[in-house]
């Protein structure tokens, strides 16, 4: 059986940091692409950032690139996001995703994953 599971959100003031981790066990973590989306009240969710299988391969949201760090350690079947410079509008419930495939082509569409954690909420103060 598969499982996601993300950890590290929080409350945090603006132009603060967090770091989020997520650990997936059930599947070969290093045989596929992993994903951060994001989903805010009252909005959909949105992608934030994707890393292929090896790490080699990084991709990340407008709204999100400079500040986010996408990262993973596939000895231990971790992903993280470095979050800095966090912002109110960064205030969301943050989701890994596990991909269909070892590359993040397509990473913003829902499609291209198959497994979901049930998400961390982080808060960003002003």
């Known amino acids: 059986q598969v499982q996601v599971m993300e950890s590290g959100g929080g409350l945090v003031q603006a132009g603060g940091s967090l770091r989020l981790s997520c650990t997936a066990s059930?599947?070969?973590?290093?045989?596929?692409?992993m994903a951060w989306f994001r989903q805010a009240p009252g909005k959909e969710r949105e992608g934030v950032s994707c890393?292929?299988?090896?790490?080699?391969?990084?991709y990340y949201a407008d709204s999100v690139k400079g500040r986010f760090t996408i990262s993973r350690d596939n000895a231990h079947d971790t992903l993280y996001l470095q979050m800095d410079g966090l912002k109110p509008d960064d205030t969301a419930v943050y989701y890994c995703?596990?991909?269909?495939?070892?590359?993040?082509?397509?990473?913003?569409?829902?499609?291209?994953?198959?497994?979901w954690g049930q998400g961390t909420q982080v808060t960003v103060s002003s």
């Open positions: 059930g599947l070969s973590f290093d045989d596929y692409a």
């Open positions: 890393i292929s299988w090896a790490g080699s391969g990084t």
């Open positions: 995703a596990a991909a269909t495939t070892a590359y993040c082509s397509g990473w913003r569409q829902f499609g291209h994953y198959n497994y």
